[in-house]
């Protein structure tokens, strides 16, 4: 073997150490890029899941919510049907009133009536 091939074999195992190190490069940065994006799908599938989370609570929030605004509904038209049937109700106060001035007047009338006979 003479010097220029002891040479030439120097060099040819400093290329394949080059390229070596080349690909280890390209396979660190597949590598973390694999890992990447096992990390963005697994944040992907998890943030659907705290969504479709959000949304059912939301959902049961919103049913609860409607059944008490639907029960103080209920409480305030009961409320308002006894007012009215003792007669508290603002209408039929205005009613009762005008009813009364006019039995006033009527009587006013009828006394009237016989104070003249």
Do not use: C, H, P
Not at 16 to 27: M, N, P, T, Y
Not at 31 to 60: I, M, R
Not at 68 to 89: F, P, W, Y
Request: charge should be negative.
């Amino acid at each position: 073997m003479t010097k220029l091939d002891t040479i030439k074999g120097k060099v040819s195992e400093a290329e394949e150490f080059a390229r070596k190190i080349w690909l280890a490069g390209l396979g660190a940065y597949g590598k973390s890029f694999d890992e990447a994006q096992g990390q963005y799908d697994k944040l992907t599938a998890e943030a659907g899941k705290v969504f479709e989370d959000l949304v059912e609570k939301g959902e049961s929030l919103e049913t609860e919510a409607k059944a008490k605004i639907k029960s103080k509904t209920n409480v305030e038209e009961r409320v308002a049907e006894v007012r009215k049937k003792l007669g508290l109700d603002k209408a039929s106060s205005e009613d009762k009133v005008e009813e009364l001035s006019a039995k006033i007047d009527a009587l006013t009338d009828a006394v009237a009536k016989l104070a003249a006979k």
